[in-house]
């Protein structure tokens, strides 16, 4: 909250500058409480196993989730404290649905913050934590794995972390500078330009979907910027592990690799469907609209980004049945596995779709043969049953998670295609919206929206560990009385 | 310096990577369009 706090001050916003102190204090004692009582675990006396590692994950980003939204709260720009945590849900989980009120009159300290959790989410606040603080973690890279991510980069995880984040800054550096140059070029003066260009690369490599006001990318009306952005959002989806090995010099990881094989099959698919439907049912009819209204959209939905090039109801009033049915496919999907992406990645529907076809051709082969099927992935991989049912398994969570959130929009009345058009949204971890999230919906929803971003981002096993651990406790509380 | 080397080029090479992938795309639109 420091970096908010010092861009209050420096643009003179005295009231935003007050709320974020008033959010440091609470927020240091709350931390100082915290490692008051875990001041054992700090000093490497207990080890943390498998299961509080998972457990530590999920309940981080719980106890996040309410310090952070108290900036929201006191800025006067959100309804009630629910609609303050699902914006930061929205955030920490690079998903990008607002329910903040009047946000292109929010200040730019306040913006900076939103844009600032949805970066740090993006490359996980276990990995933040990792990298910077404290000599000693115990059970890091468990609690590492519990944010969904898996792929050591290097044998130590806090270096692990730190290359995550080295990474990310390069190409903050990179991006921001283009975005910058960008804005001036369109009108925008210095300074706004350079808040535009941190703010939206922010959002384009996280995979989060905000933007500094309600237009989103349509506010810059500008070709060169929504083509930056592709390019920030297509390489923020990719494998950390996939950046890293191409940094290391192995550049024929990028044609190899299956994530990105995969990705690149299924976008195409995807966007030629799109454009070609949308093409004969003469709503867009040239290439360059297209382009920009079809595949950006598209990509945006695949890589699990969230910008919109078109107004939220133009999804449901022009692109009938058929081109909503491909966005719930392409959020679904997402983006790669250990990145900044959602979804339930390509990786996985890669590794599904190789033991399927492995299957098909153990039964036409004759019994004698035994075939030995292998994916590439940084390194080459045996493709064997565990690997297949564990990716299918998380595939089919994603199925149930959608399947509820759906029902529930239906419940409230919402249209069938509506619904499940947020549902894969908030599943997926994308933020485009047809509409249906707002200040006004239901209660119930925003909270069952946050849960599924919750579960969507952490993949599931860290937050089924804590409903394990949390049940648990309340048997054991039960057998004794 | 050799690994600063691999760095760099390895950026230039994601971000050339991106921008072709942006390029076939385009030129798919145009061909499903026109």
Request: with cysteine; proline share 2%; aromatic share 12%.
């Amino acid at each position: 909250m420091a970096i908010p706090l010092i861009t209050s001050l420096i643009m003179s916003e005295w009231n935003p500058a007050l709320d974020f102190v008033i959010s440091i204090s609470v927020s240091a004692i709350v931390g100082c409480f915290l490692m008051t009582v875990g001041r054992k675990t700090r000093r490497g006396e207990v080890q943390v196993d498998w299961k509080y590692g998972y457990i530590i994950a999920a309940l981080s980003w719980i106890m996040l989730m309410f310090l952070c939204s108290i900036p929201y709260l006191l800025s006067g720009h959100t309804r009630s404290l629910l609609d303050g945590c699902f914006d930061v849900m929205s955030g920490f989980t690079t998903t990008g649905l607002v329910l903040t009120q009047d946000l292109d009159h929010i200040s730019t300290g306040l913006n900076m913050w939103r844009h600032m959790l949805t970066f740090i989410g993006g490359q996980g606040m276990v990995v933040l934590a990792l990298s910077f603080l404290g000599k000693h973690i115990g059970g890091a890279y468990k609690m590492y794995c519990g944010e969904g991510k898996d792929v050591k980069l290097l044998p130590n995880v806090k270096n692990t972390a730190r290359s995550i984040w080295k990474i990310s800054m390069i190409y903050l550096l990179v991006g921001t500078l283009a975005l910058w140059i960008c804005g001036m070029s369109i009108g925008l003066s210095p300074l706004p330009a350079f808040f535009h260009g941190l703010f939206m690369f922010e959002s384009a490599w996280s995979t989060g979907g905000f933007a500094p006001n309600t237009q989103n990318i349509m506010y810059y009306h500008s070709f060169s910027f929504e083509i930056i952005t592709i390019i920030l959002f297509v390489l923020g989806s990719l494998n950390f592990g996939l950046h890293y090995a191409i940094w290391q010099g192995k550049k024929r990881e990028i044609i190899k690799n299956i994530e990105v094989q995969s990705f690149f099959i299924t976008s195409f698919l995807i966007s030629a469907f799109a454009v070609l439907k949308l093409s004969q049912t003469g709503v867009y009819t040239n290439a360059v609209s297209s382009f920009r209204r079809v595949v950006y959209n598209v990509l945006s939905a695949h890589t699990t980004t969230g910008f919109g090039s078109i107004y939220a109801r133009q999804f449901a009033n022009e692109w009938g049945d058929f081109g909503i049915l491909l966005m719930v496919i392409a959020m679904l999907i997402g983006g790669s596995a250990c990145s900044t992406a959602g979804g339930f990645k390509g990786l996985r529907v890669g590794i599904v779709f190789k033991g399927i076809v492995s299957d098909i051709k153990k039964i036409l082969s004759p019994e004698r043969n035994i075939r030995v099927e292998k994916y590439h992935h940084i390194k080459d991989y045996v493709l064997d049953d565990p690997t297949v049912k564990a990716s299918a398994l998380i595939i089919v969570c994603y199925m149930v998670l959608f399947a509820i959130t759906t029902l529930l929009g239906t419940f409230y009345g919402y249209p069938l295609a509506d619904s499940a058009f947020e549902a894969a949204s908030v599943s997926g971890n994308v933020g485009l919206s047809i509409g249906v999230t707002a200040a006004s919906m239901p209660a119930v929803m925003k909270i069952q929206y946050i849960l599924a971003m919750y579960l969507g981002r952490l993949e599931f096993i860290s937050v089924f560990a804590l409903f394990g651990f949390v049940i648990g406790g309340v048997k054991k509380l039960c057998v004794k009385h | 310096m050799r690994k600063r080397k691999n760095e760099i080029m390895g950026l230039l090479t994601e971000v050339l990577s991106a921008v072709l992938y942006c390029g076939v795309f385009f030129a798919l639109t145009f061909l499903a369009v026109r």
